[in-house]
């Protein structure tokens, strides 16, 4: 995180971070928090994952449509990173990447500053090939 903010300072736009909002999230919290960061006008949102409960491939769909309505009515663009929660198998994989509209890993651009997303959903370790997305990103 701390390279992120770093960047951000060199660029000159400033960005808000969301953390993770599972664990018995508290009703009205995780919306609380989108409306402070809506008020401050950020460039854009990072979200570093556990978006959803999960661990249901079969609820995890209806999961995300019911959080979605947050942050698209603040109208910011949003660079989601996946936690164990968003995925744990392929289904969660394919659904993630549908409802975020990013893949797994994905590297972007911002006023001269670079972004790198990898996944260790999965797994506390980053795998040898996300090790080698980094590089080639």
């Known amino acids: 995180m701390l390279?992120?903010?770093?960047?951000?300072?060199?660029?000159?736009?400033?960005?808000?971070?969301?953390?993770?909002?599972?664990?018995?999230?508290v009703p009205g919290v995780y919306e609380r928090v989108w409306r402070?960061?809506?008020?401050?006008?950020?460039?854009?949102?990072?979200?570093?994952g556990d978006t959803i409960q999960g661990g249901n491939d079969f609820t995890a769909e209806?999961?995300?449509?019911?959080?979605?309505?947050?942050w698209k009515r603040a109208a910011l663009p949003v660079f989601f990173a996946a936690g164990?929660?968003?995925?744990?198998?392929d289904a969660s994989a394919?659904?993630?990447e549908k409802e975020t509209g990013r893949p797994l890993s994905y590297g972007f651009d911002w006023q001269g500053a670079h972004f790198t997303v990898l996944d260790n959903s999965r797994t506390e370790e980053l795998s040898a090939?996300?090790?080698?997305?980094?590089?080639r990103d």
Do not use: K, M
């Open 36 to 48: 402070d960061i809506e008020a401050e006008r950020p460039a854009f949102v990072v979200s570093v």
């Open 94 to 96: 394919r659904v993630y």
């Open 129 to 135: 090939d996300q090790l080698a997305f980094l590089e």
């Open 84 to 89: 164990n929660h968003d995925v744990w198998s």
């Open 62 to 70: 209806r999961e995300w449509r019911e959080i979605r309505p947050v």
């Open 3 to 25: 390279a992120l903010i770093l960047l951000a300072l060199a660029a000159n736009f400033q960005f808000a971070i969301v953390g993770d909002r599972t664990g018995e999230a």
